[in-house]
């Protein structure tokens, strides 16, 4: 009996060792750190669009992809709401819409969008506070069709007048519904606040959307459609002699304008001021801003690494880190750059309980302060460079936005070999560069600040900052 159990031990001994060492040899070895993981310098040149000027003045660039039987188009206008006229604010925008909905010269809207659906092509256009944009995505085959109705949309809409008035009606609807999104309604009006003084800066109203007839749409797109203010991408399935073919058959007469743009006075950066929009919430918006570096100034390589270590490099932003992990006061927090044509906006964001709303406002002024005295570290700077380079690669996934982008280097005035340059000049930028760039435009003195928030949240704060402004909702 003895010797039986003794082998039944010894057996179960084996058992386990065998079990074991099965065990031990299939575990997986220990992970490096990804920080420490080093890879090949990426070498990436996107391809280069062909540029080709109509005699009438207009630009295309011209790129061929013929993977997908799909041609897109898209023209980009020198135009915006920030030419919307005094008390008519919104018309650029209801300009662009009626362009879509309201009909061509012989043809109705609704006949439009039958012919659009019946390619199962997609045309959009916007409008934004600086430029306009018309779209276009048609199959091969209906390249010739597609690029008539394009045409003529951009050339000679009718804006018909039940378009117009349902344009208007639901334009009106939106505004009154801003209300009912706070965040909304307050990067709006902070868009407002730092444009003060500027066209930039006019929002449109129930009342100034009200008082846009036809006769505004009609005078507004002849001053601003016409060959010499729009250039044009054409990608895709097509190559430069269809393209260009293409283009000047419904184009090509295209006359250009008599009269010349004007161009508007840049925002000028301002003295520092503290705003707050009562609202009944549970919750506040915070936001800081400055105007910040243009697109043309060598200034702004700095500050997208200054962004991304701020607050929109994610978990690893000192604005995440500090308020959302650490102090666990946020919902949302981050930060954001967007250089423009001339000037640049740069903001710092926060939604959090009302009840922490003036702790909040306190890290946000400290981090972006700290920021232009204490140096960051060169593992902020490597993580900063990489992750922008990297994602730079990821604005060419395809043809139609590398054609483009090469299109808003010219209409950004910006040098010929921008993008082939961009990753050096990231990847040169030094702790002192990105120093020096924080200290000039990061004034603490010229910080706007904005805090949608309910009416305990403004006592609260007016203690600390007695200059500090109400304001209504516009």
């Given at each position: 009996?003895?010797?039986?159990?003794?082998?039944?031990?010894?057996?179960?001994?084996?058992?386990?060792?065998?079990?074991?060492?099965?065990?031990?040899?299939?575990?997986?070895?220990?992970?490096?750190?990804?920080?420490?993981?080093?890879?090949?310098?990426?070498?990436?040149?996107?391809?280069?669009?062909?540029?080709?000027?109509?005699?009438?003045?207009?630009?295309?660039?011209?790129?061929?992809?013929?993977?997908?039987?799909l041609?897109?188009?898209?023209?980009?206008?020198?135009?915006?709401?920030?030419?919307?006229?005094?008390?008519?604010?919104?018309?650029?925008?209801?300009?662009?819409?009626?362009?879509?909905?309201?009909?061509?010269?012989?043809?109705?809207?609704?006949?439009?969008?039958?012919?659009?659906?019946?390619?199962?092509?997609?045309?959009?256009?916007?409008?934004?506070?600086?430029?306009?944009?018309?779209?276009l995505?048609?199959?091969?085959?209906?390249?010739?069709?597609?690029?008539?109705?394009?045409?003529?949309?951009?050339?000679?809409?009718?804006?018909?007048?039940?378009?117009?008035?349902?344009?208007?009606?639901?334009?009106?609807?939106?505004?009154?519904?801003?209300?009912?999104?706070?965040?909304?309604?307050?990067?709006?009006?902070?868009?407002?606040?730092?444009?003060?003084?500027s066209?930039?800066?006019?929002?449109?109203?129930?009342?100034?959307?009200?008082?846009i007839?036809?006769?505004?749409?009609?005078?507004f797109?002849?001053?601003?459609?016409?060959?010499?203010?729009?250039?044009?991408?054409?990608?895709?399935?097509?190559?430069?002699?269809?393209?260009?073919?293409?283009?000047?058959?419904?184009?090509?007469?295209?006359?250009?304008?008599?009269?010349?743009?004007?161009?508007?006075?840049?925002?000028?950066?301002?003295?520092?001021?503290?705003?707050?929009?009562?609202?009944?919430?549970?919750?506040?918006?915070?936001?800081?801003?400055?105007?910040?570096?243009?697109?043309?100034?060598?200034?702004?390589?700095?500050?997208?690494?200054?962004d991304?270590?701020?607050?929109?490099g994610?978990?690893?932003?000192?604005?995440?880190?500090?308020?959302?992990?650490?102090?666990?006061?946020?919902?949302?927090?981050?930060?954001?750059?967007?250089?423009?044509?001339?000037?640049?906006?740069?903001?710092?964001?926060?939604?959090?309980?009302?009840?922490?709303?003036?702790?909040?406002?306190?890290?946000?002024?400290?981090?972006?302060?700290?920021f232009?005295?204490?140096?960051?570290?060169?593992?902020?700077?490597?993580?900063?460079?990489?992750?922008?380079?990297?994602?730079?690669?990821?604005?060419?996934?395809?043809?139609?936005?590398?054609a483009?982008?090469?299109?808003?280097?010219?209409?950004?005035?910006?040098?010929?070999?921008?993008?082939?340059t961009?990753?050096?000049?990231?990847?040169?930028?030094?702790?002192?560069?990105?120093?020096?760039?924080?200290?000039?435009?990061?004034?603490?003195?010229?910080?706007?600040?904005?805090?949608?928030?309910?009416?305990?949240?403004?006592?609260?704060?007016?203690?600390?900052?007695?200059?500090?402004?109400?304001?209504?909702?516009?």
């Amino acid at each position: 009996m003895k010797d039986k159990i003794k082998k039944t031990r010894f057996l179960l001994i084996l058992c386990a060792i065998f079990f074991y060492s099965i065990a031990f040899a299939a575990a997986p070895p220990a992970l490096p750190d990804p920080d420490r993981i080093a890879f090949k310098p990426l070498s990436f040149t996107p391809p280069r669009a062909e540029r080709v000027v109509l005699p009438n003045g207009l630009v295309l660039y011209i790129l061929a992809n013929h993977e997908l039987p799909l041609v897109k188009i898209t023209a980009v206008i020198r135009t915006g709401s920030m030419y919307d006229p005094p008390e008519k604010e919104g018309l650029a925008k209801l300009t662009g819409q009626v362009m879509r909905t309201g009909g061509i010269e012989g043809m109705t809207g609704d006949a439009l969008d039958e012919a659009l659906e019946s390619m199962a092509a997609n045309l959009t256009i916007s409008v934004q506070r600086d430029s306009g944009a018309l779209s276009l995505s048609v199959l091969r085959d209906d390249r010739e069709k597609g690029l008539e109705l394009f045409s003529r949309i951009l050339r000679k809409p009718v804006f018909e007048a039940e378009k117009l008035t349902l344009a208007k009606d639901l334009k009106i609807e939106e505004l009154r519904r801003i209300a009912d999104d706070p965040q909304k309604l307050a990067f709006r009006e902070f868009g407002r606040l730092l444009h003060e003084g500027s066209p930039r800066g006019r929002l449109s109203t129930a009342v100034s959307i009200s008082r846009i007839q036809r006769d505004d749409l009609i005078a507004f797109h002849d001053r601003f459609y016409h060959p010499e203010n729009v250039m044009i991408a054409i990608s895709g399935d097509v190559n430069r002699g269809e393209a260009e073919a293409l283009a000047t058959r419904h184009l090509g007469n295209w006359q250009p304008s008599k009269e010349k743009s004007e161009s508007l006075p840049l925002p000028r950066p301002q003295e520092g001021k503290f705003f707050v929009l009562t609202k009944d919430l549970t919750q506040s918006i915070v936001i800081f801003g400055w105007l910040a570096p243009a697109k043309q100034d060598v200034q702004s390589f700095p500050f997208e690494i200054i962004d991304f270590i701020i607050g929109s490099g994610g978990f690893r932003s000192r604005i995440f880190q500090e308020i959302r992990t650490n102090q666990g006061l946020a919902y949302s927090a981050g930060s954001f750059y967007s250089p423009k044509n001339g000037y640049g906006i740069f903001g710092a964001y926060t939604l959090t309980k009302s009840e922490s709303t003036v702790k909040v406002v306190s890290l946000l002024q400290g981090i972006v302060e700290e920021f232009g005295k204490k140096p960051i570290t060169e593992k902020e700077l490597e993580g900063a460079k990489n992750s922008i380079v990297n994602s730079f690669i990821f604005s060419f996934t395809s043809t139609d936005q590398i054609a483009l982008q090469q299109l808003m280097i010219e209409y950004n005035d910006l040098p010929e070999d921008y993008l082939i340059t961009y990753r050096n000049k990231i990847n040169n930028v030094t702790v002192n560069d990105i120093r020096n760039a924080a200290g000039e435009y990061l004034d603490p003195a010229r910080a706007i600040m904005l805090i949608v928030g309910n009416d305990t949240v403004y006592k609260e704060v007016s203690s600390l900052f007695p200059a500090i402004k109400k304001i209504d909702r516009p």
